[in-house]
């Protein structure tokens, strides 16, 4: 079945500093992968998505991502924190099992020192 | 434009009630889902469509059914509540046809079963 992982639950960083939320991806074919951010007490909104035309995609809010086949990773990044950054991002997975549904990671919590 | 409305925002049951939650969207999508979110463990896919008339499970479909009359409507069904069921539980739809298109989101219902 196809996954994705987040690895870190909680991730922490001061306001200016980089933002670096991994995101791996299990599949034989590359997917189609995403990433949802979730403002406290919100629904998702999409932040940005591969769609195979470029492996590095930039999203909203200046985030931005880097597909990588040969580690099966889809990193998502912003070089300088801002406190309004402060949510909790999902990595995402659809095409390859079933064009229908979306696969979601178990989400990284972004909190911002100040 | 109204985009995916979920209604009830709040709803508490007791062990063993049942209950609807209403899912409607505006955008003439084919692609409907329910997800549920527990804390650390992201979004997991409950049931999903293709169409009217065309429902699927997903991850975790126990204690759970939809039915597809309309495109526009996609209601879950609790049909005996259960303590485990306490959670908050998300709508979303797509568009029809490509693995990549975003998946757009309703505002959730937070449900509590006592």
């Known amino acids: 079945a196809q996954s994705v992982t987040q690895l870190g639950s909680h991730v922490s960083v001061s306001e200016g500093a980089l933002v670096l939320l991994r995101c791996n991806y299990s599949s034989s074919v590359p997917p189609y992968l995403f990433w949802y951010v979730q403002y406290p007490n919100q629904g998702l909104q999409l932040l940005l998505k591969?769609?195979?035309?470029?492996?590095l995609v930039k999203g909203i809010n200046g985030f931005e991502a880097e597909f990588k086949k040969s580690e099966t990773s889809f990193h998502l990044t912003k070089p300088s924190a801002h406190m309004s950054d402060a949510a909790e991002y999902f990595c995402?997975?659809?095409?390859?099992?079933?064009?229908?549904?979306?696969?979601f990671g178990s989400g990284t919590r972004l909190s911002i020192r100040p | 434009n109204a985009g995916v409305t979920q209604t009830p925002k709040f709803q508490v049951l007791k062990t063993g009630q049942s209950m609807t939650l209403q899912c409607a969207q505006d955008?003439?999508?084919?692609?409907m889902s329910w997800y549920r979110q527990d804390p650390g463990m992201g979004l997991r896919l409950i049931h999903y469509s293709v169409g009217a008339g065309i429902t699927d499970q997903g991850e975790v479909p126990n204690g759970y059914n939809v039915s597809r009359s309309t495109t526009e409507d996609f209601p879950l069904r609790l049909l005996s509540a259960a303590p485990s069921q306490t959670s908050v539980y998300f709508c979303?739809?797509?568009?029809?046809?490509?693995?990549?298109?975003?998946?757009?989101f309703g505002q959730g219902t937070r449900l509590t079963v006592v």
């Open positions: 979303a739809s797509r568009a029809p046809g490509q693995e990549n298109t975003e998946a757009f």
């Open positions: 995402a997975v659809s095409g390859y099992s079933s064009a229908s549904k979306i696969i």
């Open positions: 955008m003439n999508h084919e692609y």
């Open positions: 591969y769609t195979s035309a470029a492996t």
